[in-house]
């Protein structure tokens, strides 16, 4: 059973950092692709970012790139999303999703996913 922990999610005030982790198990960690998608409350779900097991190359939200950055350590069975510049729009829940496909891309990349109970990250003005 995919089985999957977010944590780091938090108040944060604009202009700052957050990381967020994903602790996974349940799967061959390494042969799927990892990433993570956002829900704000009257928006539509976003993709927001994910990593390929296949070639390790990433994807990134045009909302997002240049700010936040994906991390995966396959020992660790957990993939990480770095978020640096944050603003009140950034304001979601976060969830972590994974992928038995090996390569991932685009907005929708999470279709067929499995994912996690989400984590909160709200940043302030």
């Known amino acids: 059973e995919v089985q999957l922990v977010e944590s780091g999610g938090g108040l944060v005030q604009a202009g700052g950092s957050l990381r967020l982790s994903c602790a996974a198990s349940g799967f061959t960690f390494d042969d799927w692709s990892m990433g993570w998608f956002r829900q704000a409350p009257g928006k539509e779900r976003e993709g927001v970012s994910c990593?390929?097991?296949?070639?390790?190359?990433?994807y990134y939200a045009d909302s997002v790139e240049g700010r936040f950055t994906i991390s995966r350590d396959n020992a660790k069975k957990t993939v990480y999303l770095l978020m640096n510049g944050l603003t009140p729009e950034d304001t979601a829940v976060y969830y972590c999703a994974a992928d038995p496909l090996r390569y991932c891309y685009g907005r929708n990349w999470y279709d067929g996913a499995s994912w996690g109970q989400g984590t909160q990250v709200t940043v302030s003005s």
């Open positions: 990593m390929s097991a296949g070639d390790g190359e990433s």
